[in-house]
């Protein structure tokens, strides 16, 4: 009996589907919002040991806010965040955290402008390994440079050194 009507649905379904009756069963939801037509202009990321900060420039369509996407291959899709944010003066400056030291990263970033989303920026690759080294706050040592007076008062020193002994 289980069988028999399996076989009814079965043939019933093809017979709605062939006949261009086919129910649309979607799960996604409509988008009625424009999406920007550009894409924000990713040129900068700083790096310290565990984080990088992004700076973009802002798409000039119509946005409300912005996804970064990024990993540790040239898809940077492995990771993402998004945020709301509106036009503002200047450049968007964006810091990711906790990122694995001495390894390398690719940045990517597109402007949403409610449901709907624009085109990916290009994406940028960084390498924290360079900057794993490096102070979070610059150099700790302060560099002395010696002018042609600076050298002649080492030399004198030098020479008293050398006369007393």
Do not use: H, R
Not at 5 to 22: K, N, Q, R, V
Not at 75 to 100: C, E, P, Q, T
Not at 122 to 132: I, K, P, Q, R
Not at 137 to 149: D, S
């Amino acid at each position: 009996m289980k069988f028999k009507f399996l076989a009814f649905g079965f043939i019933l379904i093809t017979l709605i589907s062939l006949a261009g009756l086919s129910p649309k069963l979607s799960f996604a939801q409509e988008c009625s919002a424009t999406p920007p037509a550009d894409a924000p202009n990713l040129y900068s990321v700083s790096m310290s040991s565990s984080s990088a900060t992004l700076y973009f420039v802002q798409p000039t369509s119509a946005f409300d806010g912005y996804v970064i996407s990024y990993g540790l291959t040239s898809s940077a899709d492995a990771y993402s965040v998004k945020f709301s944010m509106g036009k503002i003066d200047g450049a968007v400056k964006y810091k990711v955290n906790d990122l694995f030291p001495k390894t390398n990263y690719f940045f990517k970033v597109l402007a949403t402008n409610g449901c709907a989303t624009g085109p990916w920026s290009s994406t940028v690759s960084t390498n924290l390994a360079s900057a794993a080294g490096l102070p979070e706050a610059g150099p700790n040592a302060t560099i002395l440079g010696l002018g042609i007076g600076g050298i002649a008062i080492v030399l004198l020193g030098i020479a008293v050194l050398l006369f007393a002994l």
